[in-house]
């Protein structure tokens, strides 16, 4: 038997509220939460689409676990507390198993991040995961776009380009191995940043998550900031895994790294004054950050190697309506 929308919703995606701010959640018109007097709410949606965002044979459980954590990312670049969501799902046709699978994962996620799912909507059509985060944010400590200033160091957590070789292994249709499994984990169950995010938002007023490319992600911050920078590609980090599967560092792609996208890390820009604060941060959650490049006063975004000389790019990000 083939459940209705209602008995879908009641069957795989209500369960108790684990969070005491939600006073109305799944069942009605609207969720109702409560917001601390001291705080102020941040907001953020992103949509996946079969085929545009995920490869087609993606398994549910990462679908899941990919459509909360590029959420979260966005929240975490903020230095936002991740609080609820709310879930639209396109499905072709109801399966119970790929619905199982998916809510199961989906319910893992949101637990390990005290995030309470709370409303939504289901609808017949093509395969898409559309969520909403919302977060809790000190007012004197939101992270921007808009705040950097020339002398500010550039830093970037983790290591970049392990998802978009994940995706090339996917479409490629590679054999795999342990380092190559890492990557497609890398491209379809990313790891939010919330925990530096929080902790640096009061140090640090200027951040992006990057979800396009370093080169796209910083990009936007320039813009927004009307300024430059110089970034060092011998200083980007890579990891282990990448460069095996590259061969070594000097045949990796950097174009892909730099521009692929899907990383989910955070690219920070902080004041000289509080580098070893953020570095003290970054100890502290274990993850590592690495000093990239530095903001400038000038209007371009240059790529250099360690004589200086300057690199060129084909393209700068991953971009939505395209030709």
């Known amino acids: 038997m083939v459940p209705g929308e209602f008995n879908l919703i009641n069957t795989y995606f209500s369960s108790p509220s684990n969070r005491q701010d939600v006073l109305l959640g799944i069942g009605d018109d609207c969720a109702v939460v409560s917001v601390p007097g001291n705080k102020q709410l941040a907001i953020t949606t992103d949509t996946l ?12 459980a990462d679908i899941a676990c990919k459509a909360i954590a590029v959420n979260l990312s966005d929240l975490a670049a903020m230095g936002a507390e991740p609080a609820w969501l709310t879930l639209a799902l396109s499905l072709p046709q109801v399966d119970e198993g790929w619905l199982r699978s998916f809510s199961d994962s989906f319910r893992q996620m949101a637990d390990k991040y005290n995030v309470q799912l709370i409303g939504g909507d289901t609808t017949q059509g093509p395969l898409s995961i559309t969520v909403q985060a919302m977060g809790l944010v000190d007012a004197d400590n939101i992270m921007r776009r808009d705040t950097a200033r020339p002398c500010d160091a550039i830093y970037v957590s983790g290591t970049l380009g392990d998802a978009a070789a994940g995706l090339k292994i ?9 380092n190559r499994a890492w990557l497609l984990d890398r491209l379809n169950c990313p790891e939010p940043r919330v925990a530096l995010g929080m902790k640096v938002a009061q140090y640090c007023s200027c951040a992006i998550d990057i979800s396009d490319g370093l080169l796209a992600d910083l990009g936007h911050i320039l813009e927004a900031s009307h300024c430059g920078a110089t970034v060092s590609i011998d200083r980007v980090p890579l990891s282990h895994q990448l460069v095996e599967y590259s061969i070594n560092r000097n045949e990796v792609d950097w174009e892909m790294v ?3 996208g899907d990383d989910y890390e955070l690219c920070l820009v902080v004041a000289p004054e509080n580098e070893n604060r953020l570095m003290n941060i970054a100890s502290d959650v274990s993850l590592p950050l690495t000093r990239v490049g530095v903001i400038e006063d000038h209007n371009s975004l240059n790529i250099v190697d360690q004589t200086g000389a300057k690199y060129l790019f084909d393209h700068s990000g991953y971009e ?4």
């Not at 939505?320 to 030709?323: C, G, L, N, S, V």
């Open 170 to 178: 996917a479409q490629q249709g590679l054999a795999v191995d342990e």
């Open 258 to 260: 730099l521009s692929g």
């Open 49 to 60: 689409v079969d085929g545009v965002h995920f490869p087609s044979d993606t398994s549910a």
């Open 320 to 323: 939505h309506f395209t030709e």
